[in-house]
């Protein structure tokens, strides 16, 4: 399958690299406008230059493609997504959806009126850890999960970045992340969302960086979410770490690796350790999944799990959790129109 990438500079190396290492996908062009960084990544991945356009419009018209991978800032997102869609070129479109929910929605008819496969890159669910957890809490030997805690806390170090102007980077940029891990692992979704953002006196972003967020999901667990962008110290993995407190214990998820504690351990001895538990075995992770699932969706029609219409959930999640910073009032979770 033959794909034309575009937008090659910051989270472009990663999907260059998955590109690069696949057997299944392979480039037939690449779009970027910064001639600095289009030359740049040539020589760091010996690309043809011949093969790095302007445009998208120009790339289709030069190279034959089955699929498009977009890497561009979100506000970019629909118009990419549509003109892909309108060649008659999949679309794999990196995260968050898009800018505003009726861009996504666009997006979404757009892939249901051409039957294309479109689909959003939610990588983070394909991490072992995150697997391993959603099959323990699924199985039901645990029973049932009343409470899930997460905190995500990191200093990043930005430079000339579109997100240090995003509003809201922590929720739009990283919390989507989050968030759908939150359905993925629960799932099912949320039915009311309260929080609050504010941004520390020595941030570098315009706007809030920090949050703390409240939802209450299907099935009545409440998931408490803490985080910052902003962070002066210890910082977790971009997975965060989560605590899950079920009927018959307790789960974490902490460093990508996952611990079980029981209570009749902690009858016995407070000091109980925690049991690491084996992780799932992945054959392919990350952007490797999601490329691979890709892959097999457009070559055989198989639906991948994130699809647009899908991931239309997640993303509400993060336009709800917005309404509810900007009213101060808890806000129901609604149910997203195409």
């Known amino acids: 399958m033959k794909v034309i990438q575009v937008g090659i500079g910051n989270m472009g190396n990663t999907w260059l690299n998955a590109v690069l290492k696949s057997t299944e996908v392979e480039f037939a062009g690449f779009v970027e406008i910064n001639d600095a960084i289009a030359e740049e990544q040539a020589g760091k991945y010996n690309l043809d230059r011949s093969l790095i356009f302007k445009t998208l419009e120009e790339a289709i018209a030069k190279v034959k493609a089955d699929a498009v991978i977009d890497v561009t800032p979100p506000r970019f997102h629909s118009p990419v997504a549509i003109t892909a869609m309108n060649a008659g070129l999949h679309v794999l479109t990196e995260k968050p959806f898009s800018d505003t929910m009726e ?14 496969v479109q689909m959003v890159a939610q990588n983070r669910r394909y991490f072992p850890s995150v697997q391993t957890v959603r099959r323990i809490l699924q199985s039901g030997e645990m029973g049932r999960v009343t409470a899930v805690t997460v905190e995500h806390y990191r200093h990043m170090t930005f430079s000339n970045n579109f997100r240090l102007h995003m509003q809201y980077p922590l929720i739009v940029d990283m919390a989507i992340h989050h968030f759908d891990m939150m359905r993925c692992i629960l799932g099912c979704n ?11 006196p020595w941030s570098r972003f315009d706007f809030d960086a920090s949050a703390s967020v409240l939802f209450e999901f299907e099935n009545k667990a409440i998931v408490s979410y803490n985080g910052s962008w902003e962070s ?85 999640m993060v336009f709800d959790t917005i309404k509810s910073f900007e009213t101060g009032s808890v806000v129901r979770c609604g149910v997203p129109e195409v």
Not at 282 to 300: R, W
Request: net charge negative; aromatic share 14%; glycine share 10%.
């Open 103 to 116: 861009a996504a929605q666009a997006i979404v008819r757009k892939a249901q009126e051409t039957g294309l």
């Open 190 to 200: 949320p039915l009311t969302v309260y929080g609050r953002s504010w941004n520390p």
């Open 232 to 316: 002066q110290g210890g910082d977790t993995s971009y997975n965060g770490n989560w605590r899950f407190d079920c009927e018959k214990g307790v789960l974490w998820m902490r460093d990508n690796q996952v611990y079980r504690g029981y209570p009749e351990a902690w009858n016995k001895d407070m000091d109980a350790p925690q049991e690491p538990q084996d992780m799932d075995y992945l054959p392919y992770a990350h952007q490797a999944y999601l490329l691979h699932e890709f892959y097999e969706a457009v070559t055989t029609g198989k639906p991948p799990i994130t699809t647009g219409a899908d991931n239309l959930y997640s993303l509400g």
